[in-house]
């Protein structure tokens, strides 16, 4: 049997999956780090947190499966985006801890790039809005506050890249300063239409090109794994951000194809296939991914508060005492009874960019009880996401003709239905819901030759679908309902 294994550097956990031959999860191990914040609104991990947990369950999921390293064909790494580290070219020691894609510290810098009118500019060359979540002005913040930074980076002494590239680095013997362009296109320096580092943006970030890793495609060998680790030498045949891993492990391959996750949040990607859309509703253009050479693109919207609402309804208001229960007490009442709840705890995502919205419930009555109110956040759930999915469809032309779902959330069947119900269109959940781990997986083998476009396409299977089955009269009841209750929650705080 033959094997490849999937990397998946996550925000709070690094994992190492083990697929086989066919495509089957066979095993896999994760471990935990430590989330640092230094100060309100800033986040940070250990770099060397990331690499070790990395290391360990890339040995620990070979050791736990009890197969011969001989037999894993190729590695596909996939990662948090847009966290950002600086290393010494030389001894690859981080001069700072890596900035997390959450941490808000060049907040400022945004501000004055905005203040500039460059946010037309930067739109129109990377996808992106101008924002401190992506790795661009994390990177100035790093060269202009660690002693000494810029000085090195000028004589070419210092590589940047986001986690796909400083696990690439640390873990070939040939130390690659790679990335790949799904992970370049987050960096707000990455010009999608050329596909490459954009000298304007570099100049106006003040960002020394020396310090830039080689953009490679998400699917290609860019280095052996160091015989170190493991006592044999396995291709690293594969880069990709989690979402965009998550879309290829989800086998959307044709525009127009659209997957979500619910997981904390949630996280949607549309295949738009050759040519970037550009949104007129406030989503995101990105890459799908990009494979011999050629770029697929894709639109990405998120909800802020998607899964994390189940949690508030367990761990605030302690209605239910297990997420999985919030299924069954929903299922209890025969519909909301007219209870909307906007669960905009920190702002409100695409397409509403809200960030001064909050969180609301309305439409109470006397007879609401605990299963409306329960009821009505799952819900929520579904409706935001068909918000995004409406704007998708809107912007990109394109009819999707199923939703695929993964994500821990996805586990819940009222809101697979309740989601189909509400966006009108089937909704499928795959065999396997480690698409992101699965997706990276899929890269990987294919950059080795161990599976063709026809095997990847097998790969995938489908587990449940859930089909629309709402009266029009009841969907569209809903959905006005919802939006005058988004309406209620928008601007709320001054
Ligand atoms: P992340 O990767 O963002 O940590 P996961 O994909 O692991 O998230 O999903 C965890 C989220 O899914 C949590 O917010 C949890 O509340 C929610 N969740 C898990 N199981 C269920 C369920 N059966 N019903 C509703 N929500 C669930």
């Not at 907040?107 to 790039?113: Q, S, V």
Request: glycine share 8%.
């Amino acid at each position: 049997m033959k094997y490849v294994i999937a990397l998946d550097q996550g925000t709070t956990s690094s994992r190492a999956v083990l697929f086989d031959q066919q495509g089957r999860l066979t095993a896999s191990c994760a471990m935990e780090f430590k989330q640092i914040y230094p100060h309100p609104g800033w986040v940070e991990h250990d770099p060397s947190d990331i690499l070790h947990t990395q290391i360990s369950t890339l040995k620990g999921v070979v050791e736990k499966a009890g197969i011969d390293p001989k037999d894993v064909q190729a590695i596909g790494i996939t990662n948090q985006r847009e966290t950002t580290l600086l290393w010494d070219k030389q001894s690859g020691k981080p001069v700072y801890n890596a900035i997390v894609w959450q941490c808000r510290r060049t907040a400022p810098l945004i501000e004055r790039l905005k203040a500039d009118g460059l946010s037309n500019v930067i739109r129109d060359k990377t996808g992106l809005i101008p924002d401190a979540y992506f790795s661009g002005t994390k990177l100035q913040w790093l060269l202009d506050n660690v002693e000494g930074a810029r000085a090195r980076a000028e004589k070419g002494e210092l590589c940047f890249g986001t986690v796909d590239s400083f696990l690439a680095y640390n873990l070939t013997k040939e130390k690659a300063h790679v990335t790949d362009a799904t992970n370049a296109a987050r960096t707000m320096l990455f010009n999608l239409r050329a596909q490459q580092w954009d000298e304007m943006l570099l100049r106006i970030l003040d960002i020394p090109p020396s310090v830039l890793p080689h953009v490679v495609d998400s699917a290609q060998v860019v280095g052996m794994l160091d015989k170190a680790i493991l006592g044999v030498e396995i291709p690293i045949a594969a880069l990709a951000g989690d979402q965009h891993a998550a879309l290829f492990g989800q086998a959307c391959f044709a525009s127009g194809m659209v997957k979500n996750t619910y997981g904390t949040g949630c996280f949607m990607l549309m295949n738009t296939g050759s040519t970037p859309v550009v949104s007129q509703n406030s989503l995101l253009t990105t890459l799908a991914w990009r494979v011999d050479g050629t770029p697929t693109y894709a639109l990405e919207g998120s909800v802020f508060i998607g899964g994390a609402v189940v949690q508030w309804l367990r761990d605030e208001m302690h209605l239910i005492q297990t997420a999985p229960e919030s299924e069954k007490v929903a299922l209890s009442v025969n519909d909301n009874a007219g209870v909307y709840l906007v669960p905009a705890f920190t702002g409100l995502g695409a397409p509403h960019w809200d960030m001064y919205a909050r969180g609301t419930i309305v439409g109470l009555t006397r007879g609401t009880g605990r299963a409306h109110i329960v009821r009505a956040a799952l819900e929520s759930i579904a409706l935001q996401t068909r918000d995004v999915l409406e704007a998708m469809a809107r912007d990109s032309g394109l009819k999707p003709s199923a939703l695929r779902a993964d994500g821990g959330a996805s586990a819940n069947n009222f809101l697979m239905q309740f989601q189909a119900d509400v966006a009108d269109l089937g909704v499928v959940r795959p065999r396997i819901t480690e698409t992101t781990a699965l997706g990276a997986a899929m890269l990987a083998g294919r950059a080795v030759g161990l599976w063709s476009d026809v095997d990847l396409n097998r790969i995938w299977q489908s587990d449940c679908a859930f089909t629309p089955s709402m009266a029009p009269a009841v969907r569209e009841q809903l959905l006005a309902g919802w939006q005058k209750a988004v309406s209620r929650a928008k601007g709320w705080i001054e």
